[in-house]
C-alpha cells in the first residue's frame, strides 16, 4: 500500500519543466520590453524638461534686456546705435539696455548674446537651435508734432519684438523632440522724443 502511494506522488516530468519555464521566459521577455520602453520615455522626459528649463531661462534673460532696453536694431546693416525696424525678420537683434549694447543671434545651433565684443552662449549644447528671428516693429521713437501719427511723419507705435525660436533637443534620432517657442516683448519705457 506505501508503494502505491509513492508512485501517485511523482514530480514533474522534463517536458512540463522546459514548457513552464519556456512560458515563463516569454513573458519576462515581454515585460522587460515594455519597462525599457517606459525607462527610455521617462529619460526623454526629464531631457525635454531640462531642455524648457533651459530654454525658458534664455527666454527670461533677453526678454527682460529688451523689456527695459530701447534703441532696437534688427539685423546688421547699417549702424546698431540706430533704431531699425524688420517686419520681414532677421536673424539678429541690438539693444540699448542699462547693462550696455546687447546683441542676441543665432550660431552653431546655439544662442549668442554679445555684450561689447564677448559672445557667449546663452543655451544648453543640448539643445540645438535651427532658427532664431527677431521682427521688431515701431522701433523710430515718436515724434511729438501735430499729434497726428502718419507714417511719413512719425512712428506713433510703442517698439516692440516678436521672437521666435525652433529647434531640437536630444541627441538620438529617436528621442529627438521638436519645439517652437513664439513671444511678444514690448519696450517698457515710454517712447517719444
Same mark, same amino acid.
Given at each position: ?40 520615455? %521617462?529619460?526623454? =522626459? ?7 528649463? %533651459? ?12 523689456? !527695459? #532696453?530701447?534703441?532696437?536694431? /534688427? #539685423?546688421?546693416? #547699417? ?6 525696424? /524688420?517686419? =520681414? ?9 542699462? %547693462? ?48 497726428? /501719427? ?5 512712428? /506713433? ?21 521638436? !519645439? ?14
Amino acid at each position: 500500500m506505501q508503494q502505491k502511494l509513492q508512485d501517485n506522488q511523482s514530480g514533474f516530468s522534463l517536458i512540463e519543466i522546459m514548457v513552464a519555464v519556456s512560458i515563463f521566459s516569454i513573458v519576462m521577455l515581454i515585460s522587460m520590453g515594455s519597462i525599457l520602453s517606459v525607462l527610455d520615455a %521617462n529619460k526623454k =522626459s526629464q531631457t525635454l524638461r531640462a531642455v524648457m528649463d %533651459n530654454l525658458n531661462s534664455t527666454m527670461e534673460s533677453m526678454i527682460r534686456s529688451i523689456r !527695459f #532696453g530701447k534703441n532696437y536694431h /534688427c #539685423g546688421t546693416i #547699417g549702424d546698431i546705435n540706430d533704431p531699425m525696424d /524688420c517686419p =520681414s525678420g532677421d536673424s539678429s537683434l541690438t539693444v540699448l539696455s542699462p %547693462n550696455g549694447r546687447i546683441t542676441y543671434k543665432s550660431d552653431s545651433g546655439r544662442i549668442f548674446r554679445s555684450i561689447g565684443v564677448v559672445d557667449s552662449p546663452i543655451t544648453s549644447p543640448d539643445v540645438t537651435i535651427s532658427k532664431l528671428t527677431f521682427y521688431v516693429l515701431g522701433s523710430a521713437p515718436y515724434i511729438s508734432g501735430d499729434g497726428q /501719427c502718419t507714417p511719413s511723419n512719425n512712428d /506713433c507705435l510703442q517698439p516692440r519684438v516678436i521672437i521666435v525660436i525652433s529647434g531640437s533637443s536630444g541627441t538620438k534620432p529617436n528621442s529627438k523632440s521638436k !519645439f517652437t517657442l513664439e513671444t511678444t516683448v514690448s519696450q517698457r519705457q515710454f517712447d517719444f522724443k
